[in-house]
């Protein structure tokens, strides 16, 4: 029998209570490991969704607020622009759904192929959005949704304009986690034209920039040039954009980070009670071990050993299956749209370590104070307490 | 003190010198021991007799290193124990002492070859003789046949003899027992008591014991009493012992009987 002999032997003493500790253990640092997945699962996310050359401008008082429509004209002239596109918000609902069940734009035409050149819409479907007036393109996961396919024809009634738009599908962003849709800016404007209205606002500006180190000085070129106008703009980065946009739930993750921490405090306060108890429990023992020359530190060692080889081992099976969990996630989300974003959320290495620490960090932190204890206390006052 | 005798052969094993203790039990001071003086030579076996809370197993403790003194001196195998941190005593009770207690207190999860062999953990000897150490430690004692089994499946008689293989096996000076009979029948508290003077007769171990059990007087050296923390001399200690044959003990073996060794220091058998 060695020192670890004796460790693994005391953690076997009462095998359910240890079993039920680990248990514990285990499936706090699994939700841990999870929840660390979300601030890198949504970054990958977003940096997905997003281009690092390209930039959104919208109206400085909000995203519900318009921009003169000349501003997309005279964005496109600024240096450092490859080009813009106009769009705005047509909120389009398909039959009598009466909601808007996915997000469609009225899109200047000619500048979608330079302005989203990573999208991969296939170029006969860009002539043909150009070509047809009542052409429109749409995302693979709305195509999806509602068994859409090239060439059908679709009425979306807009909930903002007085207009119901006969479309024709010209092509498909060829993305399964893109439910967005454009039409044809002109055709919308024509169909509020024949009712006495005019378009003659934007909601966004997207702007290609040309070269990435450009984004800076072309972001203060554009506030430069809304500044005092009757439409004052913000500018931010595609990836800023979307970061903004799933805000609430970067917050939401925030709140679920504190509660997992203090989970993580509620077993630390389990493990060090459950340490408490096995050391209450072996008082007898521990003093005997004193008594025949265990020094103090051997019996701190042996028992700080045990909780944190208890806590390590399940802090590691918890890791073990955060990873499997989601691997199992990753697999499902490849062949489902619904799921996909969640194949993002991956326990990588940095995970891994973090989980592993904290496995580490509850046996230190829950044996601590226990061991100690029974190792300071002096073993004749230990021998008259027990005996 | 003299240098001699510090350090000395031909010298006690065990001298207690002027030795009190007292401790605070809540608001009070408990007076345990008080100016309490004996020498006990190598290769005794000796007993420290009284009722409840005379100051036996506080003298047990100060004799084994276990606790220190409040005023006196403890001197054993050449060590003034005195002197010693915590961890030195710990250190100097592996190498010097082995201990007995009265409920065993064997580790339930460990066989009786890995219980024997604790003491031994916190030696260099490497794993293969440990083990070897303790199955004959465990034979010395007449368990060879029970080195596997755990302490549950033991009876108490034989768990009391497993503990005595435990304090056996580092080969120490001085052996203390801390009323090894007192959770035994009767014919395993003789069997006990024959195993502590075979450690004493064939081992030359310094056996030190704590009893209430007066069946020890045929069986030790030498015996001494103790009355509400003080060592009991002259005619107290002669009725102390009377009271205690007549209980259903015996003289020591010793010539001089017990009567003359409960004296001052420095008088035995």
Known sequence: MSYLGLVLANLRRNRLRSLLTGGAIALAVLLVCILLTMPAGLDALLSRLSNNTRISVVNKAG??????????????????????????????????????????????????????????????????????????????ETMKKYGWKLGDRVTLRSTVWPA???????????????PIAWINREYLDQALKAKGRSLGILGIVWVKVTDPKEVNSVMLRIQELTRNSEAETSTQTEKSFFSAFFGSLEGFVTILMVVTVLVSLCIVFIAGNTASMAVRERAGEIAVLKAIGFRRGSIFSMLIAETVMLSFTAGAAGVGLARLLTELLRNAAAGSPQLGPLGGFIVNQAVVVQGLLLSLAIGVVAGVVPAFGAARKPVAQTLREVF | MSEAYATGAASPLIRLD???????????????????????????????????????????????????????????????????????????????????????????????????????????????????????????????????????????????RVAIARALVSDPDLIVADEPTGDLDARNAEATLGLLRQLKEEFGKTVVMVTHDPRALRFVDQVFHLDKGILLEGEAERRAHEALVLAGGAAPASAGGAAPAASAAGRGA
């Not at chain 2, 034979?139 to 009391?160: A, F, K, M, N, Y």
């Open chain 1, 63 to 140: 995203l519900v607020y318009s921009m003169p429509y000349a501003f997309a004209r005279k964005i496109r002239a600024l240096p450092g622009v490859e080009d813009a596109v106009g769009q705005v918000w047509f909120g389009g609902a398909f039959e009598d759904d009466g909601k808007v069940t996915f997000p469609n734009f009225a899109v200047e035409v000619d500048h979608i192929e330079t302005v989203y050149p990573d999208y991969g819409i296939s170029p006969q479907g860009l002539a043909d959005f150009r070509r047809y007036r009542d052409g429109m393109i749409v995302g693979r």
């Open chain 1, 164 to 178: 119901n738009l006969d479309l024709r599908i010209v092509a498909e962003i060829p993305n399964d986690r893109s």
């Open chain 2, 18 to 160: 002027h030795v009190s203790r007292w401790y605070t039990r809540g608001v009070d001071e408990v007076h345990a021991l008080e100016d309490c003086s004996l020498e006990i030579p190598a290769g005794r076996f000796v007993a420290f007799m009284g009722p409840s809370g005379s100051g036996k197993s506080t003298l047990l403790n100060l004799v084994s290193g276990i606790d220190r003194p409040s005023a006196g001196e403890v001197w054993v195998a050449g060590q003034l124990l005195n002197e010693l941190s915590e961890d030195e005593l710990a250190a100097w009770r592996a190498r010097h002492v082995g201990l007995i207690f009265q409920f065993f207190n064997l580790v339930p999860v460990l066989s009786a070859r890995d219980n024997v062999a604790l003491p031994l953990l916190l030696t260099d000897l490497p794993r293969a003789e440990r083990q070897q150490r303790a199955e004959i430690a465990l034979r010395v004692v007449g368990l060879e046949h029970r080195v596997g089994h755990s302490p549950r499946t033991l009876s108490g008689g034989e768990q009391q």
